[in-house]
């Protein structure tokens, strides 16, 4: 109903905008109380993210891991699920990066291993969310409860595996191998030199995620599938009565968002680390509900806001270089705000902007 | 008695965005009268007894109690100036008593004791002047809704209620249970009390009011005394043409069952029988009407016939082909395919999508037909025009498929799922409450097209809990009472004897024969 009564450029275009505006200006706020120009911090943060080509070049590159983690929210979120267990389901993803790339990368250049990677990190972060999707459809154990519990369970999992399976021989540190060529996608810094991307890894996953934002768009707006999904989550018991099978909406839905998650390792992996290691995700999974939020579960929303969830953690990073009071903390305190009013407040201004364009409309509908 | 009248209303206006949906009303409701408030679904009643109740504010206009110009803010206020609302949804705490329940709200004192034995010989005094009978220690979750009702009353005067408002007040009761009402509410006025009468049905208001007042798109239209006019009047006021209140079919042909069901049992998931070996023919050519108070299973029995709840046991022979329900793992899609429509009782719960497109409704549950799709991909082309085609048979309006759902109104809505299930042409229709909330110009479209339905051979199980809608759709009439078909009769039941079946009186005629044939 809320929705019905908004124009859709307010809904997409003008309430996401006043929430940022008022995530920024209480970060200003913050700012300012520990003695900082917040001007000259905002200009640091955007040349920092957007005023070189290197800065460009990691901006995109975190943009792209957001892709991937605010799709598999997003599509979770039209089912009507809730999954934050995007952060393990990515962390295991990595494993289907890395079996494929150790596997070929010595025998195959990286477009032969490109395929093999993501089938394997998108089977990967499926399995993950496969038994939480599972208990949640057939024994209503709520996911968030089950993903989250997952993410810990993948956490120590990939501890173990790297300690004492996967470690390479002979070193100490928690990490396989360093693939070969045919294990390294290539930089985009390779391919357009002009763009002067420099050292940032931003690397070919870049088009594996716009990829996955056509597929997804397609997939919630035009199969049959995705009127499913969409059914579910808008009316579990018309769904019902529609004959859509609940077990398996939940089920596939989940597999569906897990696999997302897990090709975020695609980038990490494949893309810039070029080895499985501890803890490679920190914090993408998570931050993807807030891109998912931001991004009204659609893809284009979704990348909007992947690239200004880049830009907080670039320019962040430049910050906390440039204005030293402005500690790593503070940038997370900032990421948190915009988090905060993109997402948990998301319905704040809501109420406000439906009564302000009512009445116009209202006056319109009279004159006509 | 002073003429002052009880509530005054003047040009009260109330829009919410475009809609307006109260303009100018003037409303004169005389003390000690009955007076009936009578318009169709969305004409504006429950939006001008909300400003009445406190809920919205006007626009503008003035409201007079008594003659003194007052202003309601709030519910409180509202109860301040002895007003008492009892709603169509009871406001009930199912676990407090009933004393607890009138208490509620009204406490006196911060330690309920004191409060609670004063409240008693209130509520005693109370039960005594207007016999409104209920034990005041009695759970309300264990009450009849007739008696819960009784309790919202209480509550009303409790509270020192000169002006009750009812809204929709029979939609839950039997025809016993109502009549019974009718007399509280005489009781009521001949103790001084005003009572004004919220509802869609002619026949209560002929029945109960002294004065009656018509609104239709947020106008008062017209206000009558009762015995100076009749049904037809009414009705066309209300609707703003004439309209038949009958449904004009010949009798039914019935030919061979389409869909027999045998010994079926359904439990539901607190373990309760809710269907007890219920077993009936629906054959082709003919409208089976299930009758009943609400709540007396026969939601679950179609839950359960179009493959959505599990049965407990039974049978269900459709088609010629048999399927044992207790085993069975078919869902709604599965019986779909076996050519069974549904029209669900309650729309916006069950038959629509709200939040989607109206093409995206007009496919629900068929989507996955060839004709709807393209290999994985659904086929937006012939779903939007199967939608035009049936926006345009169904004259639902507005004709827009690209429209969000719930801007429909409440009859174009039913509509919708109307054209869907019909337009596929199934051999059985199943139909719950196919009029619940859809004004009368949209239910005579309704009836015709079941009956349509009807000589065109197919069967028709219809479920409503309107018995007059059973009356005139039905040629066979089935009674359900507590789980149980209780009785059976033909086209043209008497509407007493139908009455005293779903108050689950023992049926001599049929009690032997064991249900239906």
Same mark, same amino acid.
Request: charged share 20%; hydrophobic share 45%; net charge negative.
């Given at each position: 109903?809320?929705?019905?009564?908004?124009?859709?450029?307010?809904?997409?275009?003008?309430?996401?905008?006043? /929430?940022?505006?008022?995530?920024?200006?209480?970060?200003?706020?913050?700012?300012?109380?520990?003695?900082?120009?917040?001007?000259?911090?905002?200009?640091?943060?955007?040349?920092?993210? $957007?005023?070189?080509?290197?800065?460009?070049?990691?901006?995109?590159?975190?943009?792209?891991?957001?892709?991937?983690?605010?799709?598999?929210?997003?599509?979770?979120?039209?089912?009507? $699920?809730?999954?934050?267990?995007?952060?393990?389901?990515?962390?295991?993803?990595?494993?289907?990066?890395?079996?494929?790339?150790?596997?070929?990368?010595?025998?195959?250049?990286?477009?032969?291993?490109?395929?093999?990677?993501?089938?394997?990190?998108?089977?990967?972060?499926?399995?993950?969310?496969?038994?939480?999707?599972?208990?949640?459809?057939?024994?209503?154990?709520?996911?968030?409860?089950?993903?989250?519990?997952?993410?810990?369970?993948?956490?120590?999992?990939?501890?173990?595996?790297?300690?004492?399976?996967?470690?390479?021989?002979?070193?100490?540190?928690?990490?396989?191998?360093?693939?070969?060529?045919?294990?390294?996608?290539?930089?985009? /810094?390779?391919?357009?030199?002009?763009?002067?991307?420099?050292?940032?890894?931003?690397?070919?996953?870049?088009?594996?995620?716009?990829?996955?934002?056509? $597929?997804?768009?397609?997939?919630?707006?035009?199969?049959?599938?995705?009127?499913?999904?969409?059914?579910?989550?808008?009316?579990?018991?018309?769904?019902?009565?529609?004959?859509?099978?609940?077990?398996?909406?939940?089920?596939?839905?989940?597999?569906?968002?897990?696999?997302?998650?897990?090709?975020?390792?695609?980038?990490?992996?494949?893309?810039?680390?070029?080895?499985?290691?501890?803890?490679?995700?920190?914090?993408?999974?998570?931050?993807?509900?807030?891109?998912?939020?931001?991004?009204?579960?659609?893809?284009?929303?979704?990348?909007?806001? =992947?690239?200004?969830?880049?830009?907080?953690?670039?320019?962040?990073?430049?910050?906390?270089?440039?204005?030293?009071?402005?500690?790593?903390?503070?940038?997370?305190?900032?990421?948190?705000?915009?988090?905060?009013?993109?997402?948990?407040?998301?319905?704040?201004?809501?109420?406000?902007?439906?009564? $302000?364009?009512?009445?116009?409309?209202?006056?319109? =509908?009279?004159?006509? | 008695?002073?003429?002052? +009248?009880?509530?005054?209303?003047?040009?009260?206006?109330?829009?919410?965005?475009?809609?307006?949906?109260?303009?100018?009303?003037?409303?004169?409701?005389?003390?000690?009268?009955?007076?009936?408030?009578?318009?169709?679904?969305?004409?504006?009643?429950?939006?001008?007894?909300?400003?009445?109740?406190?809920?919205?504010?006007?626009?503008?206009?003035?409201?007079?109690?008594?003659?003194?110009?007052?202003?309601?803010?709030?519910?409180?206020?509202?109860?301040?100036?002895?007003?008492?609302?009892?709603?169509?949804?009871?406001?009930?705490?199912?676990?407090?008593?009933?004393?607890?329940?009138?208490?509620?709200?009204?406490?006196?004192?911060?330690?309920?004791?004191?409060?609670?034995?004063?409240?008693?010989?209130?509520?005693?005094?109370?039960?005594?002047?207007?016999?409104?009978?209920?034990? +005041? !220690?009695?759970?309300?979750?264990?009450?009849?809704?007739?008696?819960?009702?009784?309790?919202?009353?209480?509550?009303?005067?409790?509270?020192?209620?000169?002006?009750?408002?009812? !809204?929709?007040?029979?939609?839950?009761?039997?025809?016993?249970?109502?009549?019974?009402?009718?007399?509280?509410?005489?009781?009521?006025?001949?103790?001084?009390?005003?009572?004004?009468?919220?509802?869609?049905?002619?026949?209560?208001?002929?029945?109960?009011?002294?004065?009656?007042?018509?609104?239709?798109?947020?106008?008062?239209?017209?206000?009558?005394?009762?015995?100076?006019?009749?049904?037809?009047?009414?009705?066309?006021?209300?609707?703003?043409?004439?309209?038949?209140?009958?449904?004009?079919?010949? +009798?039914?042909?019935?030919?061979?069952?389409?869909?027999?069901?045998?010994?079926?049992?359904?439990?539901?998931?607190?373990?309760?029988?809710?269907?007890?070996?219920?077993?009936?023919?629906?054959?082709?050519?003919?409208?089976?009407?299930?009758? #009943?108070?609400? #709540?007396?299973?026969?939601?679950?029995?179609?839950?359960?016939?179009?493959?959505?709840?599990?049965?407990?046991?039974?049978?269900?022979?459709?088609?010629?082909?048999?399927?044992?329900?207790?085993?069975?793992?078919?869902?709604?899609?599965?019986?779909?395919?076996?050519?069974? #429509?549904?029209?669900?009782?309650?729309?916006?719960?069950?038959?629509?999508?709200?939040?989607?497109?109206?093409?995206?409704?007009?496919?629900?549950?068929?989507?996955?037909?060839?004709?709807?799709?393209?290999?994985?991909?659904?086929?937006?082309?012939?779903?939007?025009?199967?939608?035009?085609?049936?926006?345009?048979?169904?004259?639902?309006?507005?004709?827009?498929?690209?429209?969000?759902?719930?801007?429909?109104?409440?009859?174009?809505?039913?509509?919708?799922?109307?054209?869907?299930?019909?337009?596929? !042409? +199934?051999?059985?229709?199943?139909?719950?409450?196919?009029?619940?909330?859809?004004?009368?110009?949209?239910?005579?479209?309704?009836?015709?097209?079941?009956?349509?339905?009807?000589?065109?051979?197919?069967?028709?199980?219809?479920?409503?809990?309107?018995?007059?809608?059973?009356?005139?759709?039905?040629?066979?009439?089935?009674?359900?009472?507590?789980?149980?078909?209780?009785?059976?009769?033909?086209?043209?039941?008497?509407?007493?004897?139908?009455?005293?079946?779903?108050?689950?009186?023992? !049926?001599?005629?049929?009690?032997?024969?064991?249900?239906?044939?």
């Amino acid at each position: 109903m809320n929705s019905g009564q908004l124009p859709r450029w307010a809904d997409y275009g003008l309430i996401p905008f006043l /929430n940022l505006a008022a995530a920024f200006l209480v970060s200003g706020l913050v700012v300012v109380l520990i003695g900082e120009n917040p001007l000259e911090a905002v200009k640091i943060l955007v040349w920092g993210s $957007l005023g070189y080509g290197e800065g460009i070049g990691f901006t995109l590159f975190y943009a792209t891991n957001f892709i991937f983690t605010g799709l598999a929210v997003a599509v979770a979120f039209h089912a009507g $699920l809730f999954n934050i267990g995007g952060e393990g389901q990515a962390y295991i993803g990595g494993l289907g990066v890395a079996f494929a790339c150790l596997a070929l990368d010595q025998y195959v250049p990286w477009y032969v291993t490109l395929p093999f990677a993501i089938l394997g990190s998108a089977m990967m972060g499926a399995a993950w969310a496969l038994i939480p999707g599972w208990l949640q459809a057939t024994r209503g154990s709520h996911v968030v409860i089950t993903t989250i519990m997952f993410n810990f369970i993948a956490s120590s999992l990939m501890v173990y595996l790297l300690n004492n399976i996967l470690k390479k021989p002979g070193s100490m540190q928690s990490e396989t191998r360093t693939f070969e060529e045919g294990g390294r996608l290539p930089f985009l /810094n390779d391919i357009f030199p002009s763009f002067g991307f420099g050292y940032a890894p931003v690397n070919l996953s870049l088009f594996v995620a716009l990829g996955a934002c056509v $597929l997804v768009w397609l997939l919630i707006w035009r199969t049959k599938l995705g009127f499913e999904i969409r059914s579910f989550g808008a009316n579990a018991t018309a769904a019902v009565y529609a004959g859509i099978s609940p077990v398996k909406t939940i089920v596939v839905t989940m597999l569906i968002s897990g696999g997302l998650a897990g090709m975020m390792a695609i980038n990490e992996i494949m893309g810039s680390q070029h080895r499985l290691l501890i803890d490679f995700v920190t914090g993408y999974g998570f931050v993807g509900i807030a891109v998912a939020l931001m991004g009204r579960a659609h893809p284009v929303g979704i990348v909007l806001a =992947a690239v200004l969830f880049g830009m907080l953690y670039q320019g962040g990073a430049e910050l906390s270089f440039e204005m030293p009071s402005i500690t790593r903390d503070m940038i997370i305190v900032i990421q948190g705000l915009v988090i905060l009013f993109a997402g948990a407040l998301e319905h704040m201004f809501r109420p406000t902007i439906v009564r $302000l364009f009512t009445p116009s409309r209202a006056l319109k =509908a009279k004159e006509a | 008695m002073s003429d002052t +009248p009880a509530i005054e209303l003047r040009k009260i206006n109330k829009s919410f965005g475009p809609v307006h949906a109260n303009k100018d009303i003037d409303l004169v409701v005389k003390k000690g009268s009955i007076h009936g408030i009578i318009g169709e679904n969305g004409a504006g009643k429950s939006t001008l007894m909300s400003i009445l109740y406190g809920f919205y504010a006007a626009d503008d206009g003035d409201i007079l109690i008594n003659g003194e110009k007052v202003t309601i803010s709030d519910s409180k206020a509202a109860i301040g100036m002895g007003i008492g609302m009892v709603h169509q949804h009871f406001m009930l705490v199912d676990n407090f008593s009933v004393l607890e329940n009138v208490v509620l709200g009204a406490e006196d004192s911060a330690l309920l004791a004191g409060g609670l034995s004063r409240a008693r010989t209130t509520l005693k005094h109370l039960e005594d002047e207007y016999e409104l009978r209920v034990d +005041p !220690d009695a759970l309300i979750q264990d009450l009849p809704v007739g008696l819960q009702q009784r309790v919202e009353i209480l509550k009303a005067l409790y509270r020192s209620a000169e002006v009750l408002i009812l !809204d929709e007040p029979t939609g839950v009761l039997t025809p016993a249970e109502a009549d019974h009402l009718f007399k509280i509410l005489e009781v009521l006025k001949n103790e001084g009390k005003t009572v004004l009468l919220i509802t869609h049905k002619l026949r209560e208001i002929m029945k109960v009011t002294d004065t009656v007042s018509v609104m239709r798109r947020g106008e008062m239209v017209a206000t009558r005394e009762t015995a100076k006019t009749s049904m037809e009047e009414l009705a066309e006021l209300m609707v703003g043409r004439s309209v038949l209140l009958r449904v004009d079919k010949d +009798p039914a042909t019935p030919e061979a069952p389409v869909m027999e069901v045998e010994n079926l049992t359904v439990t539901d998931s607190r373990g309760v029988q809710v269907v007890k070996d219920v077993s009936f023919t629906v054959r082709a050519g003919e409208i089976v009407g299930i009758a #009943g108070v609400s #709540g007396n299973g026969q939601s679950e029995l179609l839950e359960t016939l179009c493959g959505i709840r599990r049965a407990t046991s039974g049978t269900l022979k459709i088609n010629g082909e048999t399927i044992d329900l207790g085993t069975s793992r078919l869902d709604a899609a599965d019986m779909r395919a076996k050519s069974m #429509g549904h029209v669900p009782e309650d729309r916006h719960r069950m038959g629509l999508i709200n939040s989607f497109y109206e093409y995206e409704n007009s496919i629900l549950g068929y989507h996955r037909d060839p004709a709807y799709s393209k290999g994985v991909l659904m086929d937006l082309g012939a779903i939007k025009k199967n939608a035009v085609a049936e926006i345009e048979k169904y004259d639902i309006r507005p004709p827009n498929p690209m429209l969000k759902t719930a801007n429909f109104s409440g009859g174009n809505q039913q509509k919708i799922v109307l054209a869907r299930e019909i337009e596929r !042409d +199934p051999e059985v229709l199943l139909v719950g409450q196919p009029t619940r909330g859809v004004d009368i110009g949209a239910i005579e479209f309704i009836h015709r097209r079941l009956v349509e339905m009807r000589d065109a051979g197919k069967g028709v199980l219809l479920v409503s809990v309107e018995l007059d809608e059973i009356r005139a759709l039905s040629d066979r009439v089935l009674v359900m009472f507590d789980g149980k078909i209780v009785g059976e009769r033909g086209a043209n039941a008497e509407e007493g004897e139908l009455g005293l079946l779903m108050a689950g009186v023992e !049926d001599n005629q049929t009690a032997a024969a064991g249900g239906a044939q």
